[in-house]
T-cell receptor, first 113, second 119 residues
């Protein structure tokens, strides 16, 4: 947590292609890493998360990988569809308070049909 | 709908007025959070409650802001003497604390937010 950086800020892909969004965090004590999808005018929706004791987690077309040594984690979306278009946020908890999430600045994903 | 709900969804007010927002968490969740989100940014933590106790407040939460969760269920966030810089989306989230033998973590579920515009 504490300092969470997210890249890229915008990502445009063709329908059917894969999309990858990366985040780095500064606090080595962080142990939980969620990803949220936010559509226009709506609140963030939790789409997948990963605990620090595993390196990868998959749920249908989405997956998250975690590299604790390098302190980065990534969201992978395969076979993208137009309805995947949204802003995606990563987050990590703080060292002194695991309830306090620090969010990345977001990635606007545009899937072109 | 058993998700987090917030009311109102939109609020337009004049500078200097007071506003109050309400959040109803998922019913069995004991933790409730308030975040603020400005355009093009990720949510920023403001404060959180465990049951009715307010356990942490961010430095972003000036003296003009106050939050309550009187019975450990719904929560209110009040902003007094609003300023134009208060214009933002105010998000509420809730969670049920999960503790395993290895660690303690929680999944936070967000409501739709209240968009505040201060003229």
């Amino acid at each position: 947590g504490e300092n969470v950086e997210q890249h890229p800020s915008t990502l445009s892909v063709q329908e059917g292609d894969s999309a990858v969004i990366k985040c780095t965090y500064s606090d080595s004590a962080s142990n939980y890493f969620p990803w949220y999808k936010q559509e226009l005018g709506k609140g963030p929706q939790l789409i997948i998360d990963i605990r620090s004791n595993v390196g990868e987690k998959k749920d249908q077309r989405i997956a998250v990988t975690l590299n604790k040594t390098a302190k980065h984690f990534s969201l992978h979306i395969t076979e993208t569809q137009p309805e995947d278009s949204a802003v995606y946020f990563c987050a990590a908890p703080g060292r002194y308070n695991f309830n306090k999430f620090y969010f990345g600045s977001g990635t606007k994903l545009n899937v072109k049909p | 709908d058993t998700g987090v709900s917030q009311d109102p969804r939109h609020k337009i007010t004049k500078r200097g007025q007071n506003v109050t927002f309400r959040c109803d968490p998922i019913s069995e969740h004991n933790r409730l959070y308030w975040y603020r989100q400005t355009l093009g940014q990720g949510p920023e933590f403001l404060t959180y409650f465990q049951n009715e106790a307010q356990l942490e407040k961010s430095r972003l939460l000036s003296d003009r802001f106050s939050a309550e969760r009187p019975k450990g269920s719904f929560s209110t966030l009040e902003i007094q003497r609003t300023e134009q810089g208060d214009s933002a989306m105010y998000l509420c989230a809730s969670s049920l604390r999960i503790r395993t033998s290895a660690s303690s973590y929680n999944e936070q579920f967000f409501g739709p937010g209240t968009r505040l515009t201060v003229l």
